[in-house]
């Protein structure tokens, strides 16, 4: 049984967005339904998905999102970012999500930084879907400590020699690029510097991790044994990647955030199309008072996350850096998605508990957004060093 019911107020149309976002998200919004949709959990068993879907994704304009024309992309529009993260998070797998859009973070800071040289080698071919590019910046010893990172490129005529690890490293395995945080100076901030490791350089190998969620991306320890990296691969000047780093990070916890989002979307319908159908005692359990009250307690807070975004998004197109803001929307993002998942879980019952479904594939996924781009407790601190107390 299917009733009528209103859509809490999510459906609604924000005016940051034009025709042309409009029509692009019908053109994701179909991708999304033939491509991705019909294989998340397949995909998901198999711990990995088909690497053509980086060509069909390119072939759309999604990987070009927020890189220069010239080279493929469609320019800077965070508007349009944001359809794309909310779209993708709505189908119900951080795994597919991440994997294919790893180029996202780790492309930007060659894009931003790069010689011309470096840019015209590896963004063209990362944007039509024909390389995989990755950022290595975490180590074994040090989570999100950038500053104090361990991994050491030494300068020796006409290259870097390269020894350390990273780990936890999203599309590990099979990227073909990677840019990687290195120390190539003094202690602190100021001796830090990126550079691209390309797959196939000799001492450079791979160990793949299994994780709690995000089962279709492949997430891997990289291993760095006297890596030969020429000068040319550096990215940006020696000891000057600290700041390119965290450029890298406001984009990426946005964009996370807004992938919460689309979580919380998907896995809301999922639930709602499931309390029409259900029948308890004879009845639909959708007419069950403390249910209604759960979908609008759950519609409030989202709503409250969707606006904060947006107002983000709106700000960060006009140029501002609002990075405060964005650390306290990625932890109300997080924690929203957290008490979503689970109460779409507990209308489930048993069935949200099954693998298969999007809540049950979300409620494991959730706690990785807590982590990635920053742990909840790293971006109170760095809140409220922003703030000044």
Known sequence: MSLNLPDFGLK????????EHEAFRDVLSRFIAKEISPYVSQWDEVNEFP???YK?????????????EKYGGTGVDYPLSYLASVELGRAGSGGISAGLMSHAIGTPPIAHLGSDELKARVIPSVLAGEKISALAITEPGGGSDVQNLKTVARRENGHYVLNGEKTFITSGMRADYYTVAVRTGDTGMGGISLMLVEKGMEGFSQTPLKKMGWWASDTATLHFDNVKVPV???IGGENAGFMGIMMNF???????????????????EEALSWAQQRETFGKPLIYRQVIRHKFVDMAMKMQAVRAVLEELTQRLQLGESPITEICMAKNLATSTLEYVSNECLQILGGAGYMRGTKVERIYRETKVMTIGGGSSEIMKDLASRQMGI
């Open 12 to 19: 609604r149309k924000s005016t940051m967005f034009n025709e």
């Open 51 to 53: 690497r053509e879907l």
């Open 56 to 68: 069909k994704a390119a072939d759309i304009g999604l990987l070009g999102l927020m890189f220069p």
């Open 232 to 234: 040319e691969n550096l």
């Open 250 to 268: 406001n984009n990426e916890r946005l964009f996370l955030s807004c992938a919460c989002y689309g979580h919380m979307l998907g896995v809301f």
